[in-house]
């Protein structure tokens, strides 16, 4: 019989799956009316303040030392600051469901990673595989076809970039984070991505396109409050409990969720070609993700 504790986590997993999976889209949607970097800044300020309010009045005793703030908002910037900036930006050229698609090669990032930083998590010849598997999926998906015209590099290469980054803060989670509390955490990552893409978009987005509409607000609303803020919650509480890799995995859920959405409300094309890429980059995420385990012991 399974236990309270185990089905808690598998049931954290799959809810954040499920959320992340619908972010590709909403994020299509919102960019109809926003440009990406103030899209982008107002998702996480809203999420930071909100959280923000929460920590402090729940978890006050628990706030962390003025070291540990530093070093979790530097990780913060890596964790979401840059992913989101990049996504945002290249989601204005390419589709919700390649977008998803693409970061899905976030588990392979992350084994190499975790391999170079985590004792408990090794390379293996399967886990190489896996990670083969996903470039693989990507060639297929980004390569010359005739007929038509591949996407650009650039989004390409952004959203990648963004994954790499993720997986790399998701590891320092992994190996740092155990004693810090899952909601100061959050917290102060959500934070430093927000005054990261504050400060972004100053910079880069003189012209600011801003058409406040319904369709906008609930755009912002719904991934700062219920995507960043449950999402990351849940991920932080699963690394204190989950191999990093193992947590990673739900990005293959997270891109078919993409894919299917796309295709559905927002009408992308789904050929055959972006079928074997996205076939690919699964069974990657699977072979990346055997053989790791779930550890139920003390955690913060």
Same mark, same amino acid.
């Given at each position: 019989?399974?236990?309270t504790?185990?089905?808690?986590?598998?049931?954290?997993?799959?809810?954040?799956?499920?959320?992340?999976?619908?972010?590709?889209?909403?994020?299509?949607?919102?960019l109809?009316?926003?440009?990406?970097?103030?899209?982008?800044a107002?998702?996480?300020?809203?999420a930071?303040?909100?959280?923000?309010?929460?920590?402090?009045?729940?978890?006050?005793?628990?706030?962390?030392?003025s070291?540990?703030?530093r070093?979790?908002?530097?990780?913060?910037?890596?964790?979401?600051?840059?992913?989101y900036?990049?996504?945002?930006?290249?989601?204005?050229?390419?589709?919700?469901?390649?977008?998803?698609?693409?970061?899905?090669?976030f588990?392979?990032?992350?084994?190499?990673?975790?391999?170079?930083?985590?004792?408990?998590?090794?390379?293996?010849?399967?886990?190489?595989?896996g990670?083969?598997?996903?470039?693989?999926?990507v060639?297929?998906?980004?390569?010359?076809?005739?007929?038509?015209?591949?996407?650009?590099?650039w989004?390409?290469?952004?959203?990648?970039?963004?994954?790499?980054?993720?997986?790399?803060?998701?590891?320092?989670?992994?190996?740092?984070?155990?004693?810090?509390?899952?909601?100061?955490?959050?917290?102060?990552?959500?934070?430093?991505?927000?005054?990261?893409?504050?400060?972004?978009?100053?910079?880069?987005?003189?012209?600011?396109?801003?058409?406040?509409?319904?369709?906008?607000?609930?755009s912002?609303?719904?991934?700062?409050?219920?995507?960043?803020? #449950?999402?990351?919650?849940? /991920?932080?509480?699963? @690394?204190?409990r989950?191999? *990093?890799? !193992? &947590? =990673?995995?739900?990005?293959?859920?997270?891109?078919?969720?993409?894919?299917?959405?796309?295709?559905?409300?927002?009408?992308?094309?789904? #050929?055959?070609?972006?079928? /074997?890429?996205?076939? @690919?980059?699964?069974?990657? *995420?699977? !072979? &990346? =993700?055997?053989?790791?385990?779930?550890?139920?012991?003390?955690?913060?």
């Amino acid at each position: 019989m399974i236990s309270t504790a185990r089905l808690l986590t598998y049931l954290v997993w799959l809810g954040t799956t499920i959320l992340w999976g619908t972010t590709w889209v909403v994020i299509r949607i919102g960019l109809r009316d926003l440009s990406p970097l103030a899209f982008a800044a107002a998702r996480t300020t809203l999420a930071a303040l909100v959280i923000f309010l929460v920590a402090h009045f729940l978890a006050r005793a628990d706030r962390p030392q003025s070291h540990e703030i530093r070093f979790w908002m530097l990780i913060g910037v890596l964790q979401l600051g840059l992913p989101y900036a990049l996504i945002f930006w290249a989601e204005q050229s390419i589709s919700a469901g390649l977008t998803a698609t693409l970061f899905a090669t976030f588990p392979a990032f992350t084994m190499v990673i975790a391999h170079l930083l985590l004792d408990d998590e090794p390379m293996s010849w399967i886990k190489m595989g896996g990670a083969m598997l996903a470039f693989c999926g990507v060639a297929v998906l980004v390569g010359p076809d005739r007929g038509t015209n591949p996407p650009s590099i650039w989004p390409v290469l952004a959203v990648m970039t963004a994954a790499a980054s993720g997986a790399f803060a998701a590891v320092v989670v992994r190996r740092h984070g155990r004693e810090t509390s899952t909601l100061w955490l959050t917290t102060l990552q959500i934070s430093s991505a927000a005054l990261f893409l504050i400060l972004l978009m100053a910079l880069l987005e003189p012209q600011i396109q801003v058409h406040v509409t319904p369709r906008a607000i609930w755009s912002v609303v719904y991934l700062g409050i219920v995507v960043t803020i #449950g999402c990351y919650l849940g /991920v932080f509480w699963l @690394l204190k409990r989950m191999d *990093v890799t !193992l &947590v =990673s995995m739900s990005v293959g859920g997270e891109a078919v969720i993409g894919v299917f959405l796309g295709s559905t409300l927002l009408g992308e094309s789904l #050929g055959m070609r972006a079928i /074997v890429g996205l076939a @690919l980059v699964v069974l990657s *995420v699977a !072979l &990346v =993700s055997l053989r790791s385990k779930l550890s139920f012991g003390p955690s913060a």
